[in-house]
């Protein structure tokens, strides 16, 4: 009997043939042990047994497939399964016993007189929770094209990946290959496709390589796609990844997400906006830091010469608060269309509170918050760095009973935000830090236009808004960049 | 860095320059672009609070270690 090959990976080839019937069993499930003697009497039938070669008795052609290549070839999910086959083409299957199914399958018409007419078949081996992992990197580990690392059998792994300086300070996940392959699980999109050319080293991000560092921060599969749309976002001309990194300069990348994907990976937008506790928001920023790290090769005490830097250049990602927003969600002023999911990427300091828990008039609360972003990179210094507000729901309150859109605070702003000369001017105050002396005595503005980012979220208590400085802003600085989450599920 | 790799790319002759706060940097940004040696002149920290007469008085200290990082070869 010459015999098919089937391919279940590159390495494992199994040997099927091309005429006659082919059962797999396993001595562990009742119903094969009931079908036995059924197989023991077919003729010309091949038996691949999952668990112990010495079942079934009486077969001729028994076959051990415990490491269930040829269960995985057939894609055997319940046994015992019967397949015929006809010049190297599959007929027909039969899942289980039915004695009328078996009967019409194998053209014997008296098969298994003496045994119930039916009885449901057992999980095949390669359903296994315990065996899940091993299947998934033999069936698919081929796709992968990262170097393995070798870890010792008496090296702590997580400790190994600190001293391979994977780390950002914090542990990670240990990228084993199942998980990696889980998490490209989050994305339709190839392996090997590149996602961007990542600074500073230029190196070309792959899917597969932005999926191993969402394993290492801690992402779950469905976050990837945000994290595939962020990395797109961060490593263009306009965001300029690179002199973020390189500047002197604290800030790091930041990232809001906008859209139906914040709930349905469940970020949070509400209590502790921008700080700790959900994994959503921790683990996306933070893996688009370790791409910079792992792949671009930006790291502290190297490229990335930060003077002071923050806490949230470990990672510093969350979401806005679309719903109870008096304001055009974010992405929307930015160009995507309603329902898109986005994120938009932008140079960020840590926060600062802005307390104002008087105000209950728009424009009194809108000079209290201007006087909080003044002090953004300096107060006596204009259109150096940009910045974002984050709006809290009780400031949001104020605007949305009077009425005032994105655009009137924004405008709002501006104008509070318009500086005397006199006040800032190198030497006033009796500081020499502020703008060179000029022949105007015309107000400067503080930001450049569209320097000023404003983002609505937070609890539901508490008025106090946050100023977020960035660095500077436009061309030969940073300027946010947003990318569509959408195209990278 | 990148620059001095693309001025070279271009066939013009280059050399790095920056302050003594950024050898490390250099040296790894070489590294990662597959240098193993670039012409750099480090001229004391710091740069931004310096008056223009205490740069001009910087650049002329430099000017000799300049040209000869341009011209070594």
Not at chain 1, 5 to 10: D, H, K, M, P
Request: with cysteine.
């Amino acid at each position: 009997m010459r015999g098919v090959s089937v391919s279940t990976e590159l390495r494992a080839e199994v040997d099927l043939p091309t005429d006659g019937f082919v059962a797999v069993v396993k001595q562990d499930c009742p119903t094969c042990r009931l079908v036995e003697p059924v197989l023991a009497a077919l003729p010309q039938v091949t038996v691949f047994s999952q668990d112990d070669p010495a079942f079934p008795e009486g077969v001729a052609d028994r076959r051990d497939d415990t490491d269930l290549d040829a269960s995985l070839a057939l894609d055997i999910e319940t046994v015992p399964t019967l397949v015929r086959f006809a010049g190297g083409v599959e007929q027909g299957r039969v899942v289980g016993w039915s004695r009328e199914q078996w009967a019409e399958l194998t053209g014997v018409a008296e098969i298994g007189a003496d045994l119930p007419e039916y009885r449901p078949g057992c999980g095949s081996r390669t359903q296994d929770p315990d065996v899940a992992e091993e299947i998934l990197v033999r069936t698919r580990g081929g796709s992968l094209r990262s170097r393995r690392l070798e870890i010792a059998a008496l090296e702590d792994e997580v400790e190994a990946l600190y001293d391979r300086g994977f780390s950002d300070g914090l542990p990670v996940v240990p990228p084993t290959p199942a998980r990696v392959l889980r998490m490209l699980d989050g994305t339709s999109r190839r392996p090997d496709e590149v996602v961007a050319v990542v600074p500073p080293n230029l190196v070309e991000a792959t899917v597969e390589k932005v999926a191993v560092n969402a394993v290492l921060a801690g992402c779950r599969p469905e976050y990837l796609p945000v994290v595939l749309a962020a990395v797109e976002a961060a490593c263009t001309d306009e965001f300029n990844a690179h002199g973020l990194l390189a500047t002197t300069w604290g800030a790091g990348p930041a990232v809001v997400v906008n859209g139906p994907v914040r709930a349905e990976i469940g970020m949070n937008w509400a209590g502790n906006a921008l700080g700790q506790g959900n994994r959503a928001n921790s683990t996306i920023g933070r893996a688009l830091q370790l791409v910079i790290r792992n792949v671009g090769g930006g790291r502290p005490q190297e490229v990335d010469r930060a003077a002071m830097g923050h806490p949230g250049k470990v990672g510093f990602c969350f979401a806005e608060d679309e719903e109870g927003s008096p304001f055009e969600p974010l992405a929307q002023s930015r160009g995507v269309a309603p329902g898109r999911s986005a994120v938009t990427v932008f140079a960020a300091e840590g926060p600062r509170g802005i307390v104002d828990q008087i105000s209950r008039r728009p424009e009194s609360l809108a000079r209290s918050l201007a006087l909080g972003l003044r002090g953004v990179c300096h107060p006596k210094l204009v259109r150096g760095f940009d910045a974002t507000l984050v709006v809290c729901p009780e400031h949001a309150r104020v605007f949305a009973e009077a009425g005032w859109d994105r655009a009137r605070l924004e405008a709002a702003l501006d104008e509070a935000l318009l500086l005397d000369r006199a006040e800032i001017t190198r030497g006033a105050g009796g500081i020499d830090e502020g703008v060179p002396a000029g022949d105007s005595d015309r107000p400067l503005a503080k930001f450049r236009p569209g320097g000023l980012m404003i983002v609505h979220a937070g609890g539901g208590a508490g008025m106090f808004s946050a100023v977020i400085g960035g660095w500077a802003g436009g061309p030969g600085g940073s300027a946010p960049v947003t990318r569509e989450v959408d195209p990278w599920r | 860095m990148h620059d001095f790799a693309a001025l070279e790319g271009r066939g013009v002759i280059a050399a790095f320059l920056a302050s003594t706060q950024f050898v490390v940097a250099a040296d790894a940004q070489a590294r990662a672009l597959g240098y193993r040696e670039v012409p750099s002149v480090f001229v004391p920290h710091p740069i931004q609070d310096r008056t223009d007469e205490e740069m001009r008085a910087l650049a002329d200290a430099a000017l000799e270690e300049v040209l000869a990082a341009v011209t070594r070869r």
